[in-house]
């Protein structure tokens, strides 16, 4: 880059009077605050910004609860069961009043399935809320079943969706060699 320490005696020599010019382009800076603006406009139409969301709750709107990083299982297990019939079918035969295995896969996995199903007391009007009540279901022990023995699973740290649900598919996969008369892998 060449710096011309008289620029204004040059250019005065073409009869340019640097003192009266006027910037006719924006520079490259200006050009790209203006492109980030026009950005932060575009994202905040995608999500709505300003915007009071309006709540929504019934049969078919339950979510889960993040428990401190738990939205790659809560994201993989919501597609699981809500796309996937085949193996939303074979779990909800969830009977509320069997006795629960706490650390048993299967009775956490139908208990899930079930109340996603029937959400019930776990989906309603956020104004009909006691205290301490929240909307949703908070998949705790399941968390621990398909964490235990797996050093990032068991952890609450952030983790990869693709990996778990890889980890998740194959402790399916152990499930089905259990009962192998109805497989959902067939």
Do not use: W
């Not at 340019?16 to 980030?36: F, G, P, R, V, Y």
């Not at 009977?95 to 208990?111: A, L, Y």
């Not at 705790?140 to 990869?160: C, M, N, V, Y």
């Amino acid at each position: 880059m060449v710096i011309d320490t008289q620029l204004a005696k040059h250019l005065q020599h073409f009869g340019i009077d640097m003192m009266q010019c006027q910037q006719t382009d924006k520079t490259m800076n200006e050009l790209e605050i203006a492109a980030n603006m026009n950005l932060k406009f575009e994202y905040d139409n995608i999500l709505e910004s300003g915007v009071a969301l309006k709540p929504v709750f019934g049969p078919s709107y339950l979510g889960y609860i993040n428990m401190g990083n738990t939205c790659y299982m809560n994201s993989v297990l919501q597609v699981l069961i809500n796309c996937v019939g085949k193996i939303s079918n074979k779990y909800l035969a969830y009977n509320e009043s069997s006795s629960e295995v706490p650390t048993d896969f299967g009775t956490q996995f139908k208990k899930l399935i079930h109340y996603t199903e029937n959400p019930g007391k776990y989906s309603v009007d956020p104004e009909e809320l006691k205290p301490g009540q929240e909307n949703g279901v908070r998949p705790a022990l399941l968390k621990s079943i398909i964490g235990k023995g797996h050093p990032e699973f068991s952890s609450t740290r952030q983790q990869d969706a693709h990996e778990f649900y890889l980890h998740l598919i194959s402790i399916l996969e152990k499930e089905e060699r259990k009962d192998s008369k109805s497989s959902v892998f067939r």
